[in-house]
C-alpha cells in the first residue's frame, strides 16, 4: 500500500469506498457531489485506490437461479501449504481452468479454521458441478487432508454486500 493511503486521509478513502461498494456503477460526479467536494479530487482518489489495489475491479452480483444456474461451495482441508500449492493454486485460477469445466468462479479463499481453501462457483446443473468438483479433488489430491466437502446453495441472501432483492424466498423454505 502506498504512503499516500497509509498517512493520507483515511476518511476520504473510506467514504469513496463505502459510495463504490453501495454502487460501483455510480458517477465521480455524484461521489464528489455527496461528499461536498471536486469531481477531480474525488477521480484521483478512486485512482490511488486502484493503483495501490485496494480496488481489485467491480462487478455485477448475480442470481443464479434467474440464469438457471446453481451455486455450489466446495471447502477444502488441506495440508501446510507448500511451493507446490501455491503454484496449483495460482496456476488453476490463471489459466481458467473451471471455465473450460462450463463453471463459474464467484470466489477462492484462502482461509484459517476447519477448512483451508473455499471455493465458490455456480454451473448449470449438477453433473457438471459434479465433474469440476471431482477434478478439483484429482488436482489437489497430494495437498489434501480428506475428501473436500460440495455444498449446493439454496439461496444467497447477502453477497457482495449487497442484500438479495428476493430475501422474501427464504420463507419458501419454512415447513409447513
Known amino acids: 500500500m502506498s504512503e499516500e493511503l497509509i498517512t493520507g486521509d483515511k476518511k476520504w478513502y473510506s467514504r469513496i469506498l463505502h459510495y463504490l461498494t453501495e454502487d460501483p ?18 477521480w484521483r482518489k478512486k485512482k490511488k485506490l486502484e493503483e495501490d489495489h485496494v480496488i481489485w475491479g467491480y462487478t455485477a452480483v448475480v442470481d443464479e437461479s434467474v440464469m438457471n444456474q446453481v451455486m455450489y461451495i466446495i471447502l477444502m482441508k488441506l495440508k501446510p ?8 493454486m495460482k496456476n488453476r485460477i490463471l489459466q481458467r481452468e473451471p471455465a473450460k469445466q462450463n463453471v463459474r468462479l464467484l470466489n477462492v479463499l484462502y482461509v484459517n479454521g476447519e477448512y483451508d481453501l473455499v471455493v465458490m462457483f455456480t454451473g448449470p446443473d449438477h453433473s457438471t458441478a459434479r465433474r469440476y468438483f471431482d477434478s478439483l479433488r484429482m488436482a489437489y489430491d497430494e495437498h489434501l487432508i480428506e475428501k473436500p466437502v460440495i455444498i449446493d446453495v439454496n439461496l444467497s441472501l447477502m453477497r457482495e454486500g449487497k442484500i438479495n432483492p428476493n430475501i422474501l424466498k427464504i420463507f419458501e423454505y419454512v415447513p409447513i
Open 81 to 88: 501449504m507448500s511451493t507446490d500449492l501455491a503454484e496449483l
Open 25 to 42: 456503477t455510480r458517477s465521480v460526479r455524484d461521489i464528489a457531489k455527496d461528499m461536498g467536494s471536486y469531481r477531480q479530487k474525488v
